[in-house]
Nanobody
């Protein structure tokens, strides 16, 4: 099974940017879908963005135009570039790998947007 490790979270002011990285111990080329989810305190986990093996992407309406997801199969990494951050983006962000009905999750990285 895949082992995923997120990094790049931290504290940033509104309007700032962060780059989250998800490193996989194994190959992600076999994973049809890689995605980023987030969960704020007291709220359910929600899909932020996903990318297929073919490079097709889907974004939550709340992040369209601000976030960009990409994958580098050769480096076994998935990146979430976050720009124009808002306080409502504050959450723990999780990397996800999906194949059929199986899911693998990272441990999460905290993103806090505050002045």
């Amino acid at each position: 099974q895949a082992q995923l490790v997120e990094s790049g979270g931290g504290l940033v002011q509104p309007g700032g940017s962060l780059r989250l990285s998800c490193a996989a111990a194994g190959s992600i080329s076999s994973m049809p879908i890689m995605a980023w989810y987030r969960q704020a305190p007291g709220k359910t986990r929600e899909l932020v963005a996903e990318i297929t093996s073919g490079g097709n992407t889907i974004y939550a309406d709340s992040v369209k135009g601000r976030f960009t997801i990409s994958r580098d199969n050769a480096k076994n990494t998935v990146v979430l570039q976050m720009n124009s951050l808002k306080p409502e983006d504050t959450a723990v962000y999780y990397c996800n790998a999906n194949r059929l009905n199986l899911n693998w999750w990272g441990q999460g990285t905290q993103v806090t947007v505050s002045s």
